[in-house]
């Protein structure tokens, strides 16, 4: 199984997490969940989305760190 990688802007930019297993968008809210169930919640848009090399490309308004219950589909804002 492969999972994906979020960067910022493109494959030179930042990493946002690897091992991404849940990926949520909500309006300009991007929810992203790891295998291993560490969250974070970044508003901002999907630039691209390589599902050959299992990376996604997002563009940046501000990134912070979710808390609380594991399930994806229940994630805080």
């Given at each position: 199984m492969?999972?994906a990688s979020?960067y910022?802007?493109n494959?030179?930019?930042p990493l946002?997490?690897?091992?991404?297993?849940?990926?949520?968008?909500?309006g300009?809210?991007?929810?992203?969940e790891?295998?291993?169930?560490e969250r974070?919640?970044?508003?901002?848009?999907?630039?691209?989305v390589?599902f050959?090399?299992?990376?996604?490309?997002?563009e940046?308004?501000?990134?912070?760190?979710?808390?609380?219950d594991?399930?994806p589909?229940?994630?805080?804002?």
């Amino acid at each position: 199984m492969c999972l994906a990688s979020a960067y910022f802007n493109n494959e030179n930019g930042p990493l946002i997490m690897k091992d991404i297993a849940h990926f949520r968008v909500d309006g300009d809210n991007l929810e992203i969940e790891t295998l291993f169930g560490e969250r974070k919640a970044v508003q901002g848009k999907i630039i691209e989305v390589d599902f050959f090399a299992s990376k996604i490309f997002l563009e940046q308004n501000q990134a912070t760190v979710i808390e609380g219950d594991s399930h994806p589909s229940q994630l805080e804002k």
